[in-house]
C-alpha cells in the first residue's frame, strides 16, 4: 500500500542560495599574489585580528597584496548579474572572436564582492560555495586565501571553504571573485559576470558527493520499471564509518513507491559507490506530452541518526535512435526542436528562473517538443523546467577538446546533467573545423569514451556541417548529427550509401528576417519577412519540416534558432546588434515565419497572412500576400471580395498577387469545405493609445520573480499600427523594479537598463521584478500624444 513521506527537519544538509548582498567594481585592481597563506590582505580580507605568528610572517605581510576596500568604487548587486549588458555599444569589429558576432558591446573584467558570517554551530561541517555559472576566467579568494580559478563560462564551479571560513567571534567573512571576460569562448554574445545562480552548501563530513547520484531505469513494462540507483558517499571523518543508506522512490506527491536500504562501513577520508535497485509498479511514463516525474529521496544515517539527504528527480522512459527514427516509449516521436543561445530582451544573459520558464513557455506554445542547447551547457533550472514542462533536451558540450581542462567541463556537464529525464542526447561539439580529420576523430573517440562510461543510458553525437564521411569521424559517434545536411539531401544520400550509420538533423533553417519588415535594408540592417536572402540562404521557415515527414529516419530537427539573439547579426555588421535568426524576436515577439511552425507542428488550425495592411502611397501598386497555413484551403478577400482561393501544399507557403488598396484583407482556412479558422489584417489609423499586457498578475515577493509586461501601441479602434515607433516612458510604484527593456530592433542602440524604450513596428517589452516585500506594484506607461495605460501586479 502506498504511503505518503513527510520531510523531516532532521537534515543536515542545507543548500542556501547565496544570490544576495554581493558588491560590484567594474574595472581592473591590480592584486599580487601572495607568497604566504592567507596573507592577500586587502579586498580579498576583512579588517579582523588573525592568529598569526608575527616573528615568522612579518617579512612578507608589511604590505597588503591587494587594495583596500573603499565602498564608494562599488554598487550593489544582485546576482544573477551580466554588467556587459549596462554598457555602451561600440563600433568596433574587433570586440568578439570575429567582427560583429558579440553584439558591439565590449567585455572587460570586474570583481564581486560579499561580506558574510558563518555561525559558530557550523564548525565541523564541510562548507562549499556552487557558481553555477560565470562569464569568465573567474578567481576567488576567500579571507585572504587565493581558493581556486575556473575558467569556463558554461561549467559550474565549486571550492571546499570549510579550513579558510571563520565561525561564530572568529570574525566576518568575505570572498572576492574576479572576472576577466576580455577573451571569447564562442561567436556570439556571451555577457560578463557572476550570471547564474551562486549557492552555499553545508554537509556533515559524511555525505552524498557533489552530483553523487546516478539513476535509470534499464527495464521498463507497464506492470513495472526497473530502477537502479547508484549513490557516492565521502567520508573526510578521521575514522571508519558504520552507515546505513536508505532510498526511498516517491512519485511527485510524495507517495512511496519503493524503499531500499543497505549497510556500509566506509574508510577514513574515501568514498564508495553504492548499488541498489528498486522498482515502480505501473509506471507513469515521461514524455513532452505527460512530464510524469518520480525522485529518489538518499538519507544516510549513521548510529540511527540522520545525517544528511539528497534529492534526485528523474524520469521513467525509453530513448532508442536508430536507422528508422527517434523512438520515444516504443513510438516513433520526430523532434520538433529548436536551437538556442541563453540571452534575451533587457538582461543579457543573467536570466532570473522565470524568464528562462517564460521562453520555454513562448516554444511549447507554438507545438515544439525539443530544445538544443547551443552550444553549451545551459543552466541547471533550465533543464529542471524541461522535465517538468515537457521538452527533450540535446545537451551540448562547448567544445572539441581532449585537454585535462576540456575533460573537465565535459564530465561535470555529464555528471551535473545525467539524471535529467529531458536529456535524449549529448553532443560533442558544433562545427569544429577539425570535424573528419584524423586528429578531430582522435579527440572525439576519448571524448566519446568518457562519456559512455559516465553515462552509459544516452547515445552520443556531434554537430557536424562537413567531413562526415572523412577520417573515420562518424564512424566514432552514436548518431552522426547534420547542420544543413539538406544541402544537397547530403543526409538522404549518405542514409543510403552507410548502412551502419544512425542519423539526426541537428541544426535547419537559418533563415533570417526582422520581424514586421518587408524590404531589406543595409542601412538599418533589416531583413524582409517576404523571401529567401539571396544568393543561399536556408529553406523558407517549415521547409525543412517536409523532410522529417518524408525522411522519418532523420530523427528529427532543430531550428536555427527558436529567438533572436545578440550578436551574429548576419548577413550585416554594424549598426546590428543583434541576430536575425530568430522566428521569435530577442523580446519573444513572434516573426511571420513563427507560424510556418506552428503550422507544422500543431494540431490547431493555422492561417496567418502577411505582410501589414498600411502602405500609404501604394494605393494601385501591385503587392503579394503571403500565407503560412496547414488547413486544406484557403480563400483571401480584400475589403468582401474574394481574390480566389488555394489548395494547400503541406509546409509550403501560399502567395497571391494583387493590387494595394487600404481596408480589410481576410484569409478563411478551409477543411472538408468548412471554414475552420480565419486572419484578418487591416490598415490602421495612427497610433492613439498605449496597451499594457502582462504574462501574470501575482507575482512573488521573493526578489526574483518576474512578470513580462507586452507593450502595444494601438489606434482608436484598438488595432496595434504595425509601423508604429513612438517613445514609451514607464514609471513604477510599490515593491518592485524594473530590470530591463526591449523592442526587438535589431539595430536598436537604446540602453536595455532604462525606464523608456521605443517601440518597433507596434511593440515594445518591460520586465518588472519583485522586491522582498509584499504590496501592489503599478506599471504605467505614457507617450506624448497617447492614451497612457496601466498594469497592477499583486506581490505576496
Request: glycine share 10%.
Amino acid at each position: 500500500m502506498s504511503q505518503i513521506v513527510q520531510q523531516t527537519a532532521s537534515s543536515q544538509r542545507m543548500k542556501e542560495n547565496f544570490d544576495i548582498g554581493w558588491l560590484f567594481h567594474k574595472g581592473e585592481i591590480a592584486i599580487k599574489r601572495a607568497v604566504k597563506a592567507g596573507r592577500q590582505g586587502g579586498l580579498t580580507d576583512i579588517n579582523v585580528k588573525v592568529e598569526t605568528n608575527k616573528e615568522a610572517v612579518i617579512a612578507y605581510t608589511d604590505v597588503d597584496k591587494a587594495a583596500t576596500f573603499k565602498p564608494e568604487d562599488w554598487k550593489e548587486v544582485v546576482i544573477p548579474h551580466d554588467w556587459c549588458v549596462e554598457g555602451t555599444f561600440v563600433n568596433d569589429n574587433s570586440i568578439g572572436s570575429a567582427p560583429a558576432v558579440s553584439g558591439y558591446l565590449p567585455g572587460g573584467i570586474g570583481f564581486y564582492r560579499k561580506e558574510f558570517e558563518i555561525p559558530q554551530t557550523d564548525l565541523g561541517k564541510k562548507i562549499s560555495i556552487e557558481f553555477d555559472g560565470i562569464f569568465r576566467n573567474s578567481t576567488v579568494w576567500v579571507n585572504g586565501h587565493l581558493i581556486g580559478n575556473h575558467k569556463s563560462g558554461y561549467t559550474p564551479s565549486n571550492y571546499d571553504l570549510t579550513d579558510v571560513l571563520r565561525y561564530g567571534k572568529e570574525g566576518k567573512n568575505v570572498i572576492l571573485v574576479k572576472v576577466d571576460a576580455t577573451e571569447y569562448e564562442g561567436w556570439w554574445y556571451e555577457g560578463c559576470g557572476i550570471y547564474r545562480h551562486v549557492w552555499l552548501v553545508k554537509t556533515d563530513r559524511l555525505h552524498v558527493d557533489r552530483f553523487g547520484t546516478y539513476i535509470t531505469t534499464p527495464v521498463i513494462s507497464p506492470k513495472e520499471a526497473v530502477v537502479d540507483i547508484k549513490t557516492t558517499l565521502k567520508n573526510e571523518y578521521e575514522q571508519v564509518k558504520t552507515v546505513t543508506l536508505i532510498s526511498k522512490i516517491m512519485d511527485d506527491k510524495g507517495v512511496l513507491m519503493d524503499t531500499k536500504t543497505s549497510s556500509l562501513t566506509i574508510n577514513p577520508l574515501s568514498q564508495i559507490e553504492i548499488a541498489q535497485q528498486g522498482a515502480i509498479q505501473k509506471p507513469l511514463l515521461w514524455s513532452p506530452e505527460t512530464p510524469n516525474l518520480y525522485k529518489v529521496m538518499t538519507e544516510v544515517s549513521d548510529n540511527g541518526k540522520i545525517i544528511d539527504t539528497y534529492e534526485t528527480t528523474f524520469g521513467v522512459r525509453t530513448i532508442e535512435i536508430n536507422r528508422n527514427g527517434l523512438f520515444l516509449n516504443g513510438k516513433l516521436y520526430p523532434i520538433k526542436g529548436t536551437c538556442n543561445h541563453q540571452d534575451f530582451a533587457g538582461i543579457g544573459v543573467a536570466l532570473p528562473d522565470k524568464i528562462n520558464e517564460y521562453k520555454l513557455k513562448l516554444l511549447k506554445e507554438m507545438g515544439s517538443n525539443g530544445y538544443r542547447c547551443s552550444h553549451h551547457p545551459p543552466t541547471p533550472e533550465l533543464l529542471t523546467m524541461c522535465d517538468r514542462m515537457g521538452l527533450l533536451v540535446l545537451d551540448e558540450n562547448r567544445t572539441l577538446s581532449s585537454s585535462e581542462e576540456g575533460i573537465k567541463d565535459l564530465t561535470s556537464m555529464l555528471y551535473r546533467d545525467r539524471n535529467h529525464p529531458s536529456i535524449f542526447m549529448w553532443s560533442m561539439e558544433n562545427e569544429e573545423g577539425i570535424q573528419g580529420t584524423v586528429t578531430g576523430t582522435r579527440i572525439l573517440k576519448t571524448l566519446v569514451d568518457i562519456t559512455h562510461q559516465i553515462d552509459p543510458s544516452r547515445p552520443v553525437t556531434a554537430a557536424m556541417n562537413h567531413g562526415r564521411n572523412e577520417g573515420g569521424y562518424s564512424d566514432v559517434l552514436d548518431v552522426v548529427g547534420y547542420n544543413y545536411g539538406d544541402k544537397g539531401l547530403a543526409y538522404v544520400k549518405d542514409h543510403e550509401n552507410n548502412p551502419q550509420r544512425v542519423e539526426f538533423c541537428t541544426e535547419t533553417t537559418s533563415f533570417i528576417s526582422t520581424r514586421g519588415e518587408y524590404e531589406n535594408n543595409w542601412e538599418k540592417g533589416y531583413v524582409s519577412n517576404l523571401g529567401l536572402w539571396q544568393p543561399n540562404w536556408g529553406p523558407l521557415p517549415g521547409e525543412d519540416w517536409a523532410d522529417i515527414v518524408k525522411y522519418p529516419y532523420l530523427g528529427g530537427l532543430f531550428v536555427w534558432t527558436g529567438f533572436d539573439y545578440r550578436g551574429e547579426p548576419t548577413p550585416y555588421r554594424w549598426p546590428c546588434v543583434t541576430s536575425h535568426f530568430g522566428f521569435m524576436d530577442i523580446c519573444g515577439f513572434p516573426k511571420d515565419g513563427y507560424y510556418a511552425y506552428k503550422a507544422a507542428w500543431t494540431n490547431q488550425p493555422v492561417v496567418h497572412i502577411f505582410p501589414h495592411w498600411n502602405w500609404k502611397g501604394k494605393e494601385g501598386d501591385s503587392i503579394k500576400v503571403h500565407c503560412y497555413t496547414n488547413c486544406e484551403e484557403v480563400e483571401l478577400l480584400l475589403n468582401g471580395k474574394s481574390i480566389g482561393k488555394q489548395k494547400a501544399i503541406p509546409y509550403t507557403k501560399l502567395i497571391w498577387s494583387l493590387t494595394y488598396q487600404p481596408g480589410k484583407l481576410e484569409a478563411r482556412g478551409y477543411k472538408k469545405g468548412k471554414v475552420i479558422t480565419k486572419d484578418i489584417v487591416q490598415t490602421t489609423t495612427n497610433p492613439a493609445q498605449i496597451a499594457l499586457s502582462s504574462d501574470c498578475n501575482r507575482l512573488k515577493a521573493d526578489g526574483c520573480d518576474v512578470a513580462v509586461v507586452r507593450v502595444a501601441i494601438k489606434d482608436a479602434k484598438g488595432r496595434v499600427v504595425p509601423t508604429a515607433s513612438n517613445l514609451v516612458h514607464f514609471e513604477i510604484e510599490g515593491p518592485g523594479k524594473i530590470i530591463g527593456t526591449g523592442n526587438g530592433n535589431p539595430s536598436s542602440h537604446e540602453p536595455d537598463k532604462a525606464s523608456q524604450r521605443v517601440a518597433f513596428n507596434g511593440y515594445c517589452l518591460v520586465l518588472v521584478q519583485s522586491d522582498r516585500k509584499a504590496g501592489t506594484v503599478k506599471l504605467k506607461a505614457t507617450s506624448e500624444a497617447l492614451k497612457d495605460a496601466e498594469v497592477l501586479l499583486e506581490v505576496e
